[in-house]
């Protein structure tokens, strides 16, 4: 198991930029794929970004596609959501999630074992 905790969120404005970082602790990090969930009020949790625990390869949801990049730092332990041109429909908490499946890439919340509590993204208009 991979515990995970998420930071950087908060206000911004629309167009404005975030770096969410999930800093994560247990030996299996390093095997662990990684995702970026997200939840608004009132809808299901959806994937936004996912990758492979070499980092060699990343995935976005269409809606992000473009503006957002998922990184990640495996001798720091920590993966990043840069956000840039953020829209009020991004809103929502954001969740990092670990897996070693190799399914992670089709993003289903489901396929991901492990999750962090999450950070409050707002862009107001």
């Known amino acids: 198991q991979v515990q995970l905790v998420e930071s950087g969120g908060g206000l911004v404005q629309a167009g404005g930029s975030l770096r969410l970082s999930c800093a994560a602790s247990?030996?299996?990090?390093?095997?662990?794929?990684m995702g970026w969930f997200r939840q608004a009020p009132g809808k299901e949790r959806e994937f936004v970004a996912a990758?492979?625990?070499?980092?060699?390869?990343?995935y976005y949801a269409d809606s992000v596609k473009g503006r957002f990049t998922i990184s990640r730092d495996n001798a720091k332990n920590t993966v990043y959501l840069q956000m840039n041109s953020l829209k009020p429909e991004d809103t929502a908490l954001y969740y990092c999630?670990?897996?070693?499946?190799?399914?992670?890439?089709?993003?289903?919340?489901?396929?991901?074992?492990?999750w962090g509590q999450g950070t409050q993204v707002t862009v107001s208009s």
């Open positions: 999630a670990a897996t070693q499946r190799f399914t992670y890439y089709r993003g289903n919340r489901n396929d991901y074992g492990s």
């Open positions: 247990g030996r299996t990090f390093r095997d662990s794929h």
């Open positions: 990758i492979k625990w070499d980092g060699s390869k990343t």
